[in-house]
Structures are given as structure tokens and as C-alpha cells.
């Protein structure tokens, strides 16, 4: 059992870097102490060329053991003067705090424990002014700036006291860890006194890391106390822009990557799309959504094209990559030229896929198997069942669009071959593509043929469109699922059936 008076382990290294005002660095420091176990944290101060007396109280403060001191005979700026603070720190996680502030009981403790989840680069805090008001609850774009979009809310706002993922935190507290801070060389120092903060968490997320804004580290903050704090806005801004313009989307967020393609449908394209985009989206990424027919955008961030037929444009100016099933071996000679000229990736949902697209002469390190998924809280095998309009006790089920590919003229062969209208058993075929990329293309005089035949077996289309949510009601309705594809590219009735 560890000793009572061990010394607790070191949660983080304090980086404060200050320009004169002994005052609230008196305050900032006293309070430190107060609400924070000193044995749990270093504290480096990083003194920018004060002339109001900063000097020798942080020398006495040193001698007194309760901080380190770098003196810059010159004023640095606020980045350079963090990343000398960074570089001297030996915590593993690294506090950035601005001498202007008041930290509360348990600001650190919660700060740490943010950062040190797996996947989080930055945590920043909830930040009032001293009359209790909002200050600081995360960054966004506003009216095409990087800003604060709850100032002066009220402390106990929803919108407030939320924990969530954002792109931007600011640098008045902000943790993070040492490691990744110095793999990305600190802050710019580019920037004078502005902006640096919003460019590192982008450069944060831009690595694959989360931004997370923790309100239960309070902070109390007075706000631009430094002389000269804006003195440099706009080329700041026009910094900040040149890096990052063309990587903010319409949302105002970061953007990760454009998909173009159908959404929103119940066709197996449009679900695949969905759950891809939704699956990015819970590991970080920013996903824009356009439609088949959208124009490319200029932004930078990858560009994915998921739609039939395939497209070969980009849908941003960022690296392009071409999502594409196959189902008939080698693929078309055509496309692999394009391939080769235009895309940088291709995902495809099966080795067999990516095998047609290597047969036809595309590099491996090309093209990669990205699976399909099911959702598999919805289709469960237990649960309501669809009531379906036959009273035969026996029922084979074909879902998917009604073309020769899916084989629905086998199916109708094999079907009236194996029974007549005496046997209890009924086909129910659940189409769609009338109003999609398959229209046109359905059987529908097929249909009609096979139930005006007689003594054919009951036949049962359903032609209503069905919500996706209601599509696993179907399948536990049924006692056979029936696929007799020629070819197939995504097979999501195959995975959602089983």
C-alpha cells in the first residue's frame, strides 16, 4: 500500500507566458495552489520582457521552489513564448494558461482526464468572466471568423454545460498532450498574439485527433488584459485563411471529406452511403454531403464518389478517391484508364471487387476493400413482423430491384416450376427502382404475366414504398429469403436477411 505522504503523480505542466500585469499573475498564481494539488503539476512561467516588476517576483518565486522562470529580454509573443514553456516541460500532458485567469476547484483533474482519453489531442475549458457570464464554451466559425458563439450566455445554459467534439478551443486553457504538441511543432509562431490557438486544435484535427471542449474545468478569465492583444487581427486572419479557407465547409466546420452520392433512400446504394458517411462521422471526420448532380467543390479535403455510373470527377479539389462495387469480373477497360489518370483511391466492398479491379491492370496499393455493414440493433431477429397480404403459411421473400441482374426471370422460372396455386406457399417480391436508376428496367410485364398464368403459385408485389426502418418487419415475416443474382455488387439484402 502506497505511503500517505507520497508524492502525488505529475498530472501536467503548467504553461503560463505573461507580459507585465503583476497583478492578475499574483492573482493567477495564488490561486493555483488553492484549488489544485501542487505536488500534481509543474508550473513554468514564461516571462515576455516585462518592465513592471514581473521579473523579480517570478526569480523570487523560483528560489522559493513553487515555479520555473524563462525570461525572454525581448517580447516574443504569446506562441514562442508557449513553445519555450512546451519544450521545458516534463509532464505528459500540457496545460496552456493564461496569467488573466482564476482557476476553480477540480479545473485540472478534469482537463487531464479529457485529454488522456484515447483519440483526444485537445480539451479546452468553460471559461466565465468574473461576473459569472459565458466567456468561452468552444470556438466556431461566425460570420466567417473563428469566435465564441455562447459570450455572455448564462453559465448554467444545455448549450453550455454540454461536453462535446468541436474543431476549436481556445489557447487561454488548453491541454494537450506534450508528444503530439511537439510531433507538431507547438504553436505557429506566424501569428502574433491571435488565431495561433484556433490553428493548432485545426491542425489537431487535421492529424486524426479530436477537439473536445470539457465544461466541468471552470475557469474564470478577464479577457485580452495584455497590451497589444489586437493589435495584429487582420493579417492573422489573413494568415489563418491562406492555411485554412479552402478547408472550412458551408457548416463552418473543418471539413474532412466531400461525398457525393445518393442519400437518404431505402436503395442499397444510398443506405451504403449513409452508413459510410455516419461511420466517418463517429471517428471524427467532418463529412460534406452532395448530391449526384452538385458541382465541385473547392475545397481541399478528400473528395469520395459513390453513385451509378461511376463517376471519375472529384467531387472537391482534395485527393480523390472512387468508391465502386463490381459484379461482372474484369471491369471495363475505360474505367481503368480513368482510374489510372484520375483517382487516387478505390474502395470497393469485397476481395472479389477489388480482384475485377486488379485484373484489369490497377496497382494493389490502389485499391482497398472497404465492407459494407448492417445495423444491427435494427435488424435483429426478434421483434414485430409485417402482416403480409396472403394467407399462405409458407413465404419466400425477394427484396431488391426487379432487373436481369437480380435474376427475378430465374426466380419466377424456378418459382412456377416447383409449385401451382394448390401448394401453401406464397413469393413475395418487395421491389423498388421505379423512380431510381433502375427505372425502366423493371419486370413489371414479367410480373404481371407469371400471376395472370394458370395455376401459377401466388404471387404477392408489393409495390408501396417501404421505410428503411420498417424493412427488417419484412424479412422476419417471411420463412425463405430468395436471392438468385446473376451478379451483385453490395448484397445488403443477403447481410440484412442473415
Not at 348 to 358: G, M, N, V
Amino acid at each position: 500500500m502506497p505511503s500517505l505522504s507520497a508524492p502525488a503523480p505529475l498530472r501536467a505542466s503548467i504553461v503560463i507566458p505573461v507580459y507585465d500585469r503583476l497583478d492578475l499573475t499574483r492573482a493567477c498564481l495564488a490561486a493555483l495552489p488553492t484549488v489544485t494539488d501542487p505536488r500534481s503539476y509543474e508550473l513554468i512561467v514564461v516571462d515576455n520582457a516585462s518592465s513592471d516588476g514581473t521579473d523579480d517576483y517570478l526569480r523570487a518565486e523560483q528560489k522559493a521552489g513553487t515555479l520555473r522562470h524563462i525570461r525572454n529580454e525581448r517580447n516574443a509573443g504569446f506562441a514562442t513564448a508557449c513553445n519555450q514553456g512546451a519544450e521545458a516541460a516534463s509532464a505528459d500532458v500540457v496545460v496552456f494558461l493564461n496569467n488573466d485567469t482564476v482557476p476553480t476547484a477540480g479545473w485540472l483533474d478534469a482537463l487531464v482526464a479529457a485529454v488522456s482519453e484515447p483519440g483526444v489531442g485537445v480539451a479546452g475549458a468553460l471559461l466565465l468572466y468574473p461576473n459569472g457570464a459565458v466567456q468561452h464554451a468552444g470556438i466556431e466559425m461566425i460570420d466567417g471568423v473563428p469566435d465564441h458563439p455562447f459570450r455572455f450566455a448564462a453559465a448554467d445554459d444545455p448549450a453550455v454545460t454540454a461536453r462535446r467534439d468541436l474543431d476549436m478551443v481556445t489557447g487561454a486553457c488548453l491541454a494537450i498532450r506534450r508528444s503530439l504538441f511537439a510531433r507538431l511543432g507547438g504553436f505557429d509562431a506566424g501569428y502574433v498574439n491571435g488565431v495561433e490557438d484556433v490553428d493548432l486544435c485545426l491542425r489537431v484535427r487535421d492529424a486524426g485527433y479530436r477537439v473536445v471542449y470539457e465544461p466541468s474545468s471552470v475557469v474564470y478569465h478577464h479577457e485580452g488584459q495584455s497590451t497589444g492583444r489586437f493589435d495584429h487581427v487582420r493579417p492573422n486572419l489573413a494568415r489563418f485563411f491562406e492555411r485554412w479557407g479552402s478547408r472550412i465547409g458551408r457548416s463552418g466546420r473543418l471539413v474532412s471529406c466531400v461525398w457525393r452520392g445518393d442519400s437518404g433512400s431505402n436503395h442499397s446504394l444510398a443506405v451504403v452511403n449513409d452508413g459510410h458517411a455516419e461511420a466517418l462521422g463517429r471517428l471524427g471526420a467532418v463529412v460534406e454531403r452532395q448530391g449526384t448532380r452538385a458541382t465541385p467543390s473547392p475545397l481541399t479535403a478528400v473528395g469520395i464518389a459513390s453513385h451509378w455510373p461511376p463517376s471519375f470527377e472529384s467531387p472537391s479539389d482534395g485527393p480523390f478517391v472512387l468508391y465502386q462495387p463490381w459484379e461482372f469480373g474484369e471491369i471495363p477497360a475505360t474505367w481503368a484508364e480513368k482510374i489510372r489518370r484520375r483517382v487516387d483511391e478505390v474502395w470497393t466492398p469485397s476481395e472479389y471487387s477489388r480482384q475485377a479491379f486488379l485484373a484489369a491492370g490497377l496497382a494493389p496499393e490502389l485499391v482497398y476493400v472497404v465492407p459494407n455493414g448492417v445495423d444491427l440493433d435494427l435488424f435483429a431477429p426478434h421483434g414485430p413482423r409485417a402482416t403480409l397480404p396472403t394467407a399462405k403459411t409458407t413465404v419466400l421473400l425477394f427484396v431488391g430491384g426487379t432487373i436481369h441482374r437480380k435474376g427475378i426471370d430465374v426466380l419466377l422460372n424456378a418459382y412456377g416450376a416447383a409449385f401451382t396455386a394448390a401448394d401453401d406457399v406464397a413469393l413475395v417480391v418487395k421491389g423498388f427502382g421505379r423512380t431510381s436508376y433502375y427505372a425502366g428496367q423493371t419486370a413489371d410485364e414479367l410480373l404481371d404475366a407469371f400471376r395472370s398464368a394458370p395455376d401459377a403459385p401466388e404471387l404477392v408485389v408489393l409495390d408501396d414504398e417501404l421505410p428503411f426502418e420498417e424493412l427488417p418487419l419484412l424479412y422476419r415475416a417471411a420463412d425463405v429469403v430468395v436471392q438468385p443474382y446473376r451478379g451483385e455488387g453490395f448484397c445488403l439484402p443477403a447481410l440484412e436477411a442473415l
